[in-house]
């Protein structure tokens, strides 16, 4: 939860706590994302990608590799903050994973017209919580090629 | 008296063979003046009391012989001087005034008898009208040839007045009754009836008055030929003894007829009213529905004082009993328009009622799929990092409970994920199309067969007709009872599980899975589709109690009917019904 990274790999975007540390657990375990930053609702991930409020000022060239985004948030949704993503051009080729609890088609179907990359659910599961997290987490780190304009 | 050259009318009928001739016996001559005599005084008699007016003419069209009615008619008919009318009178002439005013049922008329008498025809016959001093009348023309060869006709006029106005009461009434079934409302309807009846009784103004729901005032209806300012005044009068015609019919529910409004003491109080507009007899009868009670008055007034005859009484009547069916018939139909109304506010109602339910429970599940499924995540991701973490510090028992913590977590997981579907059920369209049961079945059966490799199972499957329903729901059918089949049978060395078939009356089909498990008391079948309802201990067969409870709705969706039978031990068997697509 280092905000000062001049690395950045991964912006976690979680209401939940002990969701956070088993997300941040499995990616650890597997030795990926070790410049994670992590935020707890959606004006923060907001403010965070646009350098205002608590993070005005902030060298916004400093982009994470991949956003896992919870779509249950406070303050501001997950799918709004994917829409602001989408809508901004400094954002909008940023490659952001939804990450939920959900299997709603609703939540699917909204998070891939606003331009999701990817729709995971978390499963309850342990071993296949940490399967899916490791899959994710290689996927988006190790083998996507990212646009650096 | 038939007058003169009776020889005439004689000499037709003598034509004919006597009765005597017929047997044989000749007549002495005294008898036989004797019984001429009686024939001629008998054919008179005969003819004089006849209604028709009858005349017989010669060859040229003249009159030889008239009956007594004939003259009668004449002299009614301002034609003192019978000598234009009868004997001896050339009935072309008669005609001739008729004709050249281009009557046409005159010039018909001459048509027809000039055709007999040239022996063009034996017979014409004719309906014509007759405009006399008041109502109009109508007469039957008929010209026949005299038997023999003598020549000349026979010409016959009866009156048939009262069987035309009997006809136009029957058209009347034919069409007042296809009006009534035209769909128009009330007003229109009753409106039309009253124009026609009045067309139908010259002079005669027709008017309905209907009396409210309140049981008291009479409300306008129809009465087209009224006076607008009187019907102003009479609608909404209150009934009562003693108010004129209409008010008192419906306040005594009997008829009254007021011959003369100047006179009646029951008009005591409109005589003005009645006066200013002309209006000087009033016959008026209550409308009664089929229990009696008063709908209305049906009146006919006159601007002269007048006693209804035998006729219009039997208009009155037959006009009464029409409104009334229309009366009756707007009523019911107003009812029903009522009732539509209040079922479709019902309907509407609990729709809207429904439509919060289901947005409600939507939200629910929404909740329970996020906020249910993380604390489990965590309850069992925890509990697996200790065991990570921390195994050096735990013993055996401490590694059980752990283990405890682990499989409840999940369960509770899959708890939640059958609750959802269950919910989802309720939402999703239903998009039916042929399914292939047999081979369902048997994918089904071999995918869960192969899941359990260390069980001995057996499927006997017989032959399965197909289904029009939605497939997905349907194969969750199939896994859910195939799956309970297998988990019950445990208890067996070899699992048997049976499918087969029946037809059932509707052309719709009822499938069968049978097997040869522990089966369950049927004392409890009630509650083996409910939701959550468990009838076994979950350390012998788990389960979420779930399944069946989706298996029954996704059925009842489909309009179909699920339901089972076993004994303790001795297997269970679940039907499934499926409606005939085509019905």
Partial sequence: MNRDVDLLDILLVEDNPHDAELVIRALRNHDLAPHLVHLPDGQAALDFLFGSGTHRGRDLRKRPKVVLLDLKLPKVDGIEVLRRIRADERTKQLPVVVLTSSREVRDIDTAYQLGANSFIVKPVEFESFLNVIRDTGWYWLKTNVISNS | ????????????????????????????????????????????????????????????????????????????????????????????????????????????????????????????????????????????????????????????????????????????????????????SLHVVLDQLMRDLEALTPDAICSVLLLDEDGVHLRHGAAPSLPEAYRRAVDGMSIGPGVGSCGTAAFDNRQVIVSDIATDPLWAEFRKLAARHGLRACWSTPIRCGRGNVLGTFAIYYRNPRHPSAFEMEVIERATHVVRIAIERSMAEEKLRRFHAELEKRVEERTLELQAAN?????????????????????????????????????????????????????????????????????????????????????????????????????????????????????????????????????????????????????????????????????????????????????????????????????????????????????????????????
Wanted: with cysteine; charged share 25%.
């Fill in chain 2, 1 to 184: 008296m038939i007058r003169k050259e009776t020889s005439n009318l004689r000499k037709t009928r003598k034509s004919r063979p006597h009765a005597a001739d017929a047997a044989g016996v000749p007549p002495r001559p005294a008898d036989a003046k004797r019984a001429l005599h009686a024939s001629e005084t008998l054919q008179a008699a005969i003819l004089n009391s006849l209604p028709a007016h009858i005349a017989v003419l010669d060859s040229e069209g003249r009159i030889v012989a008239v009956n007594e009615p004939w003259l009668e008619f004449a002299r009614a008919n301002g034609d003192p001087d019978t000598e234009t009318v009868g004997v001896g009178a050339n009935y072309f002439d008669v005609c001739k005034s008729a004709c050249q005013s281009q009557d046409p049922h005159a010039t018909a008329a001459c048509a027809g008898l000039k055709s007999v008498l040239a022996g063009e025809q034996p017979r014409f016959t004719m309906e014509y009208p007759c405009d006399g001093p008041g109502c109009p009348r109508w007469f039957a023309m008929e010209v026949l040839r005299p038997v023999g060869n003598a020549g000349g006709a026979i010409v016959a006029h009866t009156e048939i007045t009262e069987r035309k106005l009997f006809q136009q009461l029957l058209a009347w009434e034919k069409s007042a009754l296809e009006r009534i079934v035209s769909g128009d």
């Fill in chain 2, 359 to 583: 947005r409600e429970l939507e939200s629910f599940s929404y909740s329970v799929s996020h906020d249910l499924r993380a604390p489990l995540r965590a309850m069992d991701g925890f509990s697996r990092m200790v065991l990570e973490d921390y195994a050096g510090r735990l013993d055996e028992e401490g590694r059980r409970m752990l283990g405890v913590i682990h499989s409840e977590a999940g369960r509770m997981g899959r708890l939640i994920d059958d609750l959802l579907a269950f919910s989802r059920l309720v939402r999703e369209p239903i998009e039916p199309v042929w399914i292939d049961m047999e081979t369902m079945a048997r994918d089904v059966f071999d995918e869960l067969a192969a899941r359990s490799p260390e069980r001995r199972l057996r499927l006997v499957l017989h032959k399965l007709p197909p289904a029009f329903a939605a497939e997905a729901m349907i194969r969750q059918v199939w896994v859910n009872l195939i799956s309970n089949a297998i988990k019950f049978t445990r208890v067996r060395d070899a699992g048997e599980i049976g499918i087969s078939a029946s037809v059932n009356g509707d052309g719709g089909c009822t499938y069968h899975v049978k097997d040869n498990g522990a089966g369950f008391d049927p004392r409890h079948a009630g509650k083996l589709f409910g939701i959550f309802q468990r009838l076994h201990s979950q350390q012998d067969f788990p389960g979420t109690g779930v399944g069946l409870a989706l298996v029954q709705r996704i059925i009842q969706r489909h309009g179909g009917r699920i339901w089972a039978e076993a004994e303790v031990d001795r297997g269970a068997t679940f039907h499934f019904s499926l409606p005939n697509p085509e019905s």
